[in-house]
């Protein structure tokens, strides 16, 4: 109910007043106290969770609130890097404290990330003098895809862009304040240790190792990457729930073996208490390296629970441990609920926490072998995991590893037998200058795994292609599943219902029969043989591979260009669908004819006419920020924008022309 209530918030289409919040805080403190006595318990506390939820999430907004670049600029600025990230063709920054005559006052983003070709020699804390271009950030491609404005918004970035030429490193324009030190120094740390593995392993297993010790992923090859997705092991490069559990878990069990091995400690010592604070420090340590990330965060919050609950002698690993590091994670970050690693990564543990509960109670059945008990672990741990996390896969990503638990079942042992060890051994070594062999040690173990995740994805039907479900359909899986997890006994599997509901609303969910980007060039029509189809080579690419992704579609964008049925001429194209007339137009010429006999018209030009049932001109186009249409009598279009709402991460509408 708390992740509910932040949900509540984001789904909102107008921003509330900060009074909304003090009202709703207010009013879970009065339900909480109501709900002391014992009278109707349940209801009063589930109800103070949720408006719990809804006013942190708004409070939440006001702290991180920064104004949002809402038209294209080239600006000429000075900023501190707060954090940068080896890209393969230069470096990613993060600016704060940015000056710049390029905006009015008071709409100067808090942050801005721009990218910096190969340029050397910078490093967080530094202050810069660079001319870069700058837009507003990311909207979605289409009403209901990803808002990773939203995103970037919950960090204080308010716009993006790439510089032109060198950067200049000045004096600095103020001193840093404590925190700020502390995090430069984080920072910097960070860089060293990544520049360090790079220099020792300069291929792609260097990037992969960055990816894995320091969080940074910008040294990784894109076919590297890709197999790793298509295997089902792309969560090894995401520092989450595997590596903390590998890194804090493995040195929980070792130095409480070692420990063991020593009778007077053993047996007159809380053994056990020891080795859980070492792990609970090296694992506070490994967040700390790896840029305390979201998932990071989440996985430090559930290891660090497990942990304090073997201090206080209670269950490590129960329902209740893990709700406890989610309500932490959402009192912290109530914007988590909305993003797709929070919603996987307590899916996967909520589904791996019931089923062993359940083993406990059954303990029938289990090999006896240590081998087969092992292999027998990863399996169910892989099958369970990506079958909880099936659902939101499909839904954030549009795709899903079909031979997932294949892939973790060959390369789960090379990762928690040589990649994690070699990469802690790395870490232990690097301030004595000793850890190249380690890093070489660490470097063959990757090539192992991304050998084995190529031989995996490259199976027939290695990867499985779906539409983008709607979002009720998600939420109806996820409530099913945590009805199942959460409850005991045959009342659980009620929770199938949802789940089939969900199902049979993904499976059924009405695709968009034309899309139309925010450039109002780039166009694309269902066919008559289901598939979206481009009017004209698109010009916005990365729209229209997201709109081939989300519709479940392989194809490249060139073999999806043209359709049977378009005309097209010098001043534009034109088609007949489902009996309406389409027009997409590219010069003021073709406007005459296509005001007449269109009833959908797109054109790239200002457009002024009252014919057709549904224009799209150019700033209609800009406005919606993309648009998405329906063929039904009478054809009808909805915007981005109008689907994105009125937030404080959506940028005003610049008529400035």
Sequence with gaps: ????????????????????????????????????????????????????????????????????????????????????????????????????????????????????????????????????????????????????????????????????????????????????????????????MTRRIQAVLPSSAGGVATAIITGMRGGIAEEDEAALRDAGLAHVLAIAGLHMALVGGGLFWLIRALLAAVPVLALNWPIKKWAAGAALAAASFYLVISGAAPPSVRAFVMFAVAMCAVLLDRPALSMRSLALAAAILLLLRPESIAEAGFQMSFAAVAALVAVAEWAQRRRRGVPRGLLARYGLAIFLTSLVGSLATWPFTLFHFGRAARYAVMGNLIAMPVMGFWVMPAAALSVMLMPLGLDAPALHLLGAGIDIMVAMSRWVSALPGAVSLSPAMPLAALMLMALGGLWCAIWQGRARWWGLGPVALGVVLA?????????????????????????????????????????????????????????????????GCAVRKDGVMIAASTRPEALADDCVR????????????????????????????????????????????????????????????
């Design 1 to 192: 109910m708390l992740g509910a209530g932040a949900a509540a918030y984001f789904a909102l289409f107008r921003e509330p007043g900060v009074a909304m919040a003090w009202m709703a805080l207010a009013g879970a403190g009065v339900l909480a106290l109501a709900a002391v006595p014992g009278f109707a318990r349940a209801p009063l506390a589930l109800a103070a969770a949720l408006l719990l939820g809804l006013g942190l999430a708004k409070l939440r907004e006001e702290e991180v609130a920064t104004p949002v670049l809402d038209h294209g600029v080239i600006a000429h600025l000075t900023g501190r890097v707060r954090s940068l990230e080896p890209r393969e063709t230069g470096l990613r920054l993060v600016l704060e404290n940015v000056r710049s005559g390029a905006f009015a006052p008071g709409r100067t983003p808090r942050r801005i990330r721009v990218a910096l070709r190969g340029q050397p020699g910078i490093h967080p804390g530094d202050w810069l003098s660079l001319t870069a271009r700058l837009d507003s950030p990311p909207v979605p491609v289409e009403p209901g895809a990803a808002d990773l404005g939203r995103s970037l918004f919950f960090q204080s970035i308010g716009a993006v862009g790439f510089t032109y030429g060198r950067a200049r490193v000045i004096m600095a324009a103020g001193s840093p304040d404590m925190m700020q030190r502390v995090r430069q120094q984080v920072e910097t740390l960070r860089e060293s």
């Design 507 to 571: 499976f059924l969910a009405p695709r968009p029969d034309m899309l139309v980007a925010g450039d109002g060039l780039t166009v694309a029509l269902r066919g008559d043989d289901g598939r979206l189809h481009f009017v004209r080579k698109p010009k916005d690419r990365f729209a229209a591979r997201a709109w081939l992704r989300r519709d479940g579609d392989g194809r490249d964008i060139a073999d999806a260009v043209g359709m049977p049925g378009l005309r097209c001429d010098g001043v």
């Design 598 to 657: 269109a009833q959908v018209l797109v054109s790239a030009v200002t457009v002024d006419c009252k014919g057709p049932a549904v224009v799209i001109g150019a700033k209609q186009a800009a406005a919606g920020e993309g648009w998405r249409v329906t063929l039904s009598s009478p054809p009808h279009a909805d915007s981005v924008r109008a689907w994105r709402g009125d937030r404080p991460w959506v940028p005003a509408v610049n008529t400035g022309g």
